[in-house]
């Protein structure tokens, strides 16, 4: 039982990193060890059925990394471009604020292994589906999308659904 409502260990900074983003701050909530354990073991709890657990960095890479070490699973990074060392595969797109470029590693993972990509927040779903498109592209399979908490406003769980129809969408801490 968590002490605090894990809602309330989210922190949001208006106009943050510019004017009009409102912008959700995680780092209450993984400051408090009680509450980033609860999380973590709902993520973990979501990809029982995957062999891999993928995060998008930066802030994926928090919550995916410790359901992975909950759950004995290994770790994909999807990061931005020119970060990883080996061969990748790349996809540009456009988000909240800007554009991105995410990249996976092609020579690590074995083709056909079962992933579920977590991500902290859900706003438009420009990058998460971008990141699932380069799952799918380096010969994975992602078997679902999850996310701490979500901005409904901005219909990401549809326009995910659109995108890749039939992919399971969770939110940990739906509002
Ligand atoms: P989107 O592609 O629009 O769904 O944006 C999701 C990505 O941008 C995630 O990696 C989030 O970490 C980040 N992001 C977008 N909007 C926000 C926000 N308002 N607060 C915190 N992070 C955000």
């Given at each position: 039982?968590?002490?605090?409502?894990l809602n309330?260990?989210?922190r949001?900074?208006p106009?943050?990193?510019?004017p009009g983003?409102?912008?959700?701050?995680?780092?209450?909530?993984i400051?408090n060890g009680?509450?980033?354990?609860?999380?973590?073991?709902?993520i973990?709890?979501?990809?029982?059925?995957?062999?891999?657990?993928a995060g998008?960095?930066?802030?994926?890479?928090?919550?995916?990394?410790?359901a992975?070490?909950?759950t004995?699973?290994?770790?994909?990074?999807?990061?931005?471009?020119?970060?990883?060392?080996?061969?990748?595969?790349s996809?540009?797109?456009?988000?909240?604020?800007g554009?991105?470029?995410l990249?996976?590693?092609?020579?690590?993972?074995?083709?056909?292994?079962?992933?579920?990509?977590v991500d902290d927040?859900?706003?438009t779903?420009?990058?998460a589906?971008?990141?699932?498109k380069?799952?799918k592209?380096?010969?994975?399979?992602?078997?679902?999308l999850?996310?701490l908490?979500?901005?409904?406003?901005?219909?990401?769980k549809?326009?995910i659904?659109?995108?890749?129809?039939g992919?399971?969408?969770?939110?940990?801490?739906?509002?």
């Amino acid at each position: 039982m968590v002490s605090k409502n894990l809602n309330d260990l989210i922190r949001v900074i208006p106009d943050f990193p510019k004017p009009g983003i409102s912008f959700k701050d995680i780092t209450p909530l993984i400051a408090n060890g009680e509450a980033f354990l609860n999380v973590s073991k709902q993520i973990a709890q979501l990809g029982r059925e995957s062999d891999y657990i993928a995060g998008i960095e930066a802030r994926g890479f928090i919550f995916a990394s410790s359901a992975c070490a909950l759950t004995e699973k290994g770790f994909i990074p999807i990061r931005k471009s020119g970060k990883l060392p080996g061969n990748t595969i790349s996809s540009t797109y456009d988000l909240e604020y800007g554009s991105a470029t995410l990249e996976v590693h092609t020579d690590i993972i074995k083709q056909g292994s079962k992933v579920l990509l977590v991500d902290d927040v859900l706003a438009t779903g420009g990058t998460a589906i971008a990141a699932t498109k380069l799952l799918k592209a380096a010969g994975l399979l992602p078997i679902g999308l999850v996310f701490l908490l979500d901005i409904p406003e901005l219909n990401g769980k549809a326009r995910i659904a659109e995108a890749l129809p039939g992919l399971k969408t969770e939110v940990i801490l739906a509002q």
